[in-house]
């Protein structure tokens, strides 16, 4: 899976980006079957299994169109305005993806009768473990995207990093890398991205 995500970027390190989201799903399908009391059996291995593939879809599509969006300005765009200009338009067919997979998983979480004990622990996981990834990816993955593109340009000698203003320069006595940090976590935030979304 990663040789294949590592030809498709063509890079080493997007491939790492679009895991960030697997740990998050798997934890929530464990949170979703604690919640609605299923035991952890073959089925339910089965969803999580149904589940890597699910999630990672949510990264590829932000880290595949933050890439596209960076390529048609030539690399001049910084990351932030490329992160700012995809992470909008990518979060409409996330939103509408996760919907849709948690209503087709509803009917058989809340199955009963004959059979019910195989299908249930399958759909809680796939339930849960959407949802969350989902929520936690529009906060993971832009930032993890931000983090190693700043550790590619530092490596590579690349100073598009200096375009940027860092919140750090506007804050006496705070470090580099709390800036880089704020400046992170202020371009995934999902209410900026729920504004720009909105306005479309």
Known sequence: SYMVLASQFNSFLDPLTVFMALPFSISGAFVALLAAGQSVNIYSFIGLIMLMGIV????????????????????????????LEACPIRLRPILMTSSATIAGALPAALAFGPGAEARKPMAVAVIGGV????????YVVPCVYVFFEWLSAKVLGDHRWAQEPTV?????????????????????????????????
């Open 56 to 83: 990672k879809k949510n990264s590829i599509l932000l880290v595949d169109f933050t890439n596209q969006v960076r390529d048609r300005a030539g690399k001049k765009t910084t990351v932030r305005a490329g992160l």
């Open 131 to 138: 949802f969350l990834s989902t929520l936690l990816t529009l």
């Open 168 to 200: 750090a320069s506007t804050r006496r006595g705070a470090s580099p890398l709390q800036g880089r940090l704020r400046r992170a976590v202020a371009v995934a935030t999902p209410t900026a991205l729920l504004a720009r979304f909105l306005d479309r």
